[in-house]
Nanobody
Framework: QLQLVESGGGLVQPGGSLRLACSPK????????IGWFRQVSGKEREEVSC????????NYADSVKGRFTISRDDAKNTVYLQMNSLKPEDTAVYYC??????????????????WGKGTLVTVSP
């Protein structure tokens, strides 16, 4: 089964920036839709951003539009989430998730197959 590993989380002050990275273990991310999700303890996991398998299409939650950017780097086999202008309400565990695109499957992040263990982002003064 595909294993995904997130990195780049940490403590940052409001208005600061972090860049998260999602990397596979022993697999290529070609033909995979990749999404970033976040979850606060006691609340539902929510989709933050999604990028298509080709990288040609992206979408963002309304709460992060204009502040976060998702991207793919094929040479490094990595998907990034650049987070700028961070707010305390962005504090959460951030998860990377993937879906293998095959005929009959939609290129979106509504149902994902594989999940990382998460990386903690804390935004606090």
């Amino acid at each position: 089964q595909l294993q995904l590993v997130e990195s780049g989380g940490g403590l940052v002050q409001p208005g600061g920036s972090l860049r998260l990275a999602c990397s596979p273990k022993g697999f290529t991310l070609d033909y995979y839709t990749i999404g970033w999700f976040r979850q606060v303890s006691g609340k539902e996991r929510e989709e933050v951003s999604c990028i298509s398998s080709s990288g040609g299409h992206t979408n963002y939650a309304d709460s992060v539009k204009g502040r976060f950017t998702i991207s793919r780097d094929d040479a490094k086999n990595t998907v990034y989430l650049q987070m700028n202008s961070l707010k305390p309400e962005d504090t959460a565990v951030y998860y990377c998730a993937g879906k293998r695109i095959v005929p009959g499957r939609s290129d979106d992040c509504y149902v994902m197959d594989y999940w990382g263990k998460g990386t903690l982002v804390t935004v606090s003064p």
